[in-house]
């Protein structure tokens, strides 16, 4: 494999370890770079004979302490032990990290980054044990990189924790090329998987075909092109805008959980124990062999004292408990999959012509009652429905496929509309008078406009690049802004507007550079990739080049990551005005593009230009940037459920109100859970459900 266009040297690295951090389980698998042979991790601490390939994603904490004490199957059993009343289970805490779901603090006192951390670095310990047991010492973990899998619906917010979790969690260091830890989206991982197993499939080239990734926690949705010119190899091409929704199977479960209680509601309640037997009979047996027709029967645990009892008002004989199909049906499994149905018609309506499958993977892919239902729903819309082998694995596969071949997918279509503040001349028709000031040409002009790179739902190359060049003062330092609208329709004219949130900040510094005099003019480029799964920044001075990921998004949040040699930088100074160049204004704010409003982006044979006025990139210091929100205080991004209601006027904690009774709204009808279950999952003494107004960035 090349090395990239950054400097990152591919073959330094020759071991790819994909990882799967999952909602209910997390799944791991390596490659070596010379063969492609993919290897599963499928031994994992006490697991007891279970034959599952993947670990639960649980972590146990003593109460009162932020010390991880167990996690995976070994969590499990402790917390089950009788005396564990001291102890803390936490489950699905990468919920925390989806920032639709409502959200109360953890309990401890604990940080949400730092549980992911505490799981991810016990979680990566049992991994390296496991590949060094096997390469008898030819690699150690030093010659290891990464791909780590996101959902689809994560913000940039997310992603960006999910990095600085892995760092903290010593997968890499903080001074390490970013392309060492690659992030790719779930959905898009298996999309790699089965297209590997597409031969089996007979997709050919300009066909397409949908992933319905549907786990424990969530589904995520996204259709793909297999683009194949002739002798060439075959790539990806996102094709729709992917979502997901939260309703894999643990809300199953949930509803189960709901369902026992009304049955055995005048028995009293059922004690923890009797539950959780009931719920893994649940869990092992009847979910996976589902069908919608079968009836099912539950031998009830003895510690329910009911072993030889008969109620036929509830189906009880002998203490075996008829579980009829249609109860099931209607109680426990339709709420959520007609969820699954909605969202997949949601992809139908962005691509409906020339589909050719869906691929159901995932945990909750494998439910035969889905496939059923899927199949019912779409059949007569799509060419098949297929069920991959291995599906719960076809994602943590699908991030290895994906790390020894970066380039296989080509295009991803943008989920936000993203830009930077400038300034453009002034409309007095629709730009407010208090924003206008006046030029050294003497035109006026509106300052913190919203200038757009990249539109909602534009499909962008993995290479295109939008390029800005810059002059600056030698040796001064400089910064810049990156904002982002989520909204549908024509984005807001002004970055203050309160739609448009900012998402980056990211500090650039002057290198030393031989034979430069302090006040001397230096040219400055900044590259911004919006085709990655996460946005890629390049700022090139001279022959040097900083490259930054969307962990700058994280980084007014967690505290500024200063680069690594502090020697190269002849420190900071005031910045000064740039020269005009004879085309902008002087610009009060910071840095001047020279290049006026074209912005260009390469990999196109056009160039796009928004907007025909003169376009100044302002790069403001982050204390003066206008409406920045507090770490923490990032409102969710518009709704992924279909609604696509954008955030409302108002302050943060209005807009959480509005939203949550919105949220109810739709709630009501079904989709997604209502709140009362969400309520009691997991039991609250775990801390949890995430309920409004928690801030879990900067309280470090």
């Not at 006025?613 to 409102?635: D, F, I, K, R």
Request: hydrophobic share 30%; proline share 7%.
């Amino acid at each position: 494999m090349e090395p990239s266009s950054s400097g990152f040297n591919y073959a330094d690295y020759p071991v790819i370890v994909g990882i799967d951090f999952g909602t209910t389980f997390s799944g791991c698998c390596y490659a070596f770079a010379q063969n492609e042979e993919v290897i599963d991790i499928v031994k994992w601490p006490k697991q007891n004979n279970h034959v599952y390939p993947k670990t639960p994603t649980l972590s146990l904490y003593r109460k009162g302490s932020t010390q991880l004490v167990d996690w995976g199957h070994g969590a499990r059993r402790q917390a089950m032990k009788p005396n564990s009343v001291d102890f803390l289970l936490l489950s699905k805490f990468k919920l925390y990290l989806d920032e639709h779901l409502q959200q109360e603090a953890l309990p401890n006192n604990l940080q949400v980054i730092d549980v992911i951390a505490d799981y991810m670095g016990a979680f990566h310990q049992h991994v390296c044990t496991e590949l060094l047991k096997g390469f008898a010492g030819n690699y150690d973990q030093s010659k290891f990189r990464y791909c780590l899998t996101v959902p689809a619906m994560w913000s940039d917010h997310a992603k960006a924790a999910m990095r600085e979790a892995a760092i903290r969690a010593g997968l890499v260091q903080r001074g390490d090329h970013p392309e060492r830890l690659m992030l790719i989206s779930e959905p898009e991982a298996a999309a790699l998987y089965c297209e590997k197993k597409s031969e089996q499939f007979n997709l050919v080239h300009g066909q397409r075909f949908m992933i319905c990734d549907a786990g424990g926690g969530t589904v995520d949705l996204i259709v793909f092109e297999i683009d194949q010119q002739m002798g060439g190899r075959r790539t990806l091409k996102e094709v729709t805008n992917g979502h997901g929704g939260s309703c894999g199977s643990g809300f199953l479960d949930l509803r189960m959980r709901e369902y026992i209680k009304h049955k055995f509601y005048h028995f009293g309640s059922i004690n923890d124990s009797a539950m959780e037997h009931i719920m893994d009979t649940f869990v092992n047996i009847i979910k996976p062999e589902f069908d919608g027709y079968e009836d099912h029967f539950l031998d009830l645990p003895a510690s329910m004292g009911l072993g030889d009892l008969t109620d036929e008002s509830i189906g009880l004989e002998n203490g075996s408990l008829c579980l009829p199909a249609n109860e099931l049906r209607d109680q426990v499994f339709e709420p959520v999959i007609d969820q699954v149905l909605q969202l997949i018609e949601g992809q139908l309506v962005q691509s409906p012509n020339n589909l050719e499958a869906i691929f159901l993977v995932g945990g909750f892919g494998q439910s035969n009652y889905l496939f059923r239902r899927v199949e019912e729903a779409f059949a007569n819309r799509v060419g098949m429905i297929g069920v991959p082998p291995r599906g719960e694995l076809a994602v943590v596969r699908g991030a290895v496929y994906f790390g020894l071949n970066p380039q296989i997918v080509t295009e991803r279509v943008s989920r936000r509309t993203y830009g930077v503040e400038t300034r453009m001349l002034f409309n007095k028709d629709l730009d407010p008078p208090e924003y206008s000031v006046v030029g050294v040409d003497q035109k006026t002009y509106c300052r913190q406009r919203f200038s757009v790179y990249v539109q909602k739902g534009q499909s962008v190359r993995v290479d295109e690049c939008v390029s800005k060049n810059f002059v600056i003062s030698y040796p001064n330092d400089t910064d810049s802004d990156l904002f982002a609208f989520d909204g549908e329709g024509p984005p807001p004219r002004l970055t203050t507007h309160q739609l448009i949130k900012k998402v980056g900040h990211f500090p650039i510094r002057m290198p030393t550079l031989e034979g430069v005099r302090p006040g001397d003019k230096v040219n400055m480029t900044i590259r911004m990739y919006f085709g990655l799964t996460e946005i890629k920044i390049e700022c090139v001075i001279r022959d040097k080049t900083f490259v930054f990921t969307s962990s700058f998004d994280a980084s007014d949040a967690y505290g500024s990551v200063q680069p690594q040699n502090e020697s190269d930088y002849p420190g900071s100074q005031q910045m000064m005005p740039p020269p005009t160049a004879g085309l902008a204004p002087p610009n009060p704010y910071g840095l001047s593009d020279p290049s006026g409003s074209q912005v260009s982006l390469h990999g196109h044979q056009s160039s796009y230009t928004y907007g025909t006025s003169m376009s100044t990139p302002t790069m403001v210091p982050a204390q003066q940037a206008a409406g920045y929100p507090q770490a923490g205080g990032y409102p969710p991004t518009s709704s992924v459920y279909g609604g696509g209601y954008p955030p409302v006027q108002g302050d943060y904690y209005q807009q959480q109100q509005q939203q949550q009774q919105q949220q109810q709204q739709q709630y009501s009808q079904g989709y997604p859970p209502s709140q009362s279950y969400y309520s009691g999952y997991p039991p609250a003494s775990q801390g949890y459900p995430p309920q409004s107004g928690s801030s879990y960035y900067g309280q470090h």
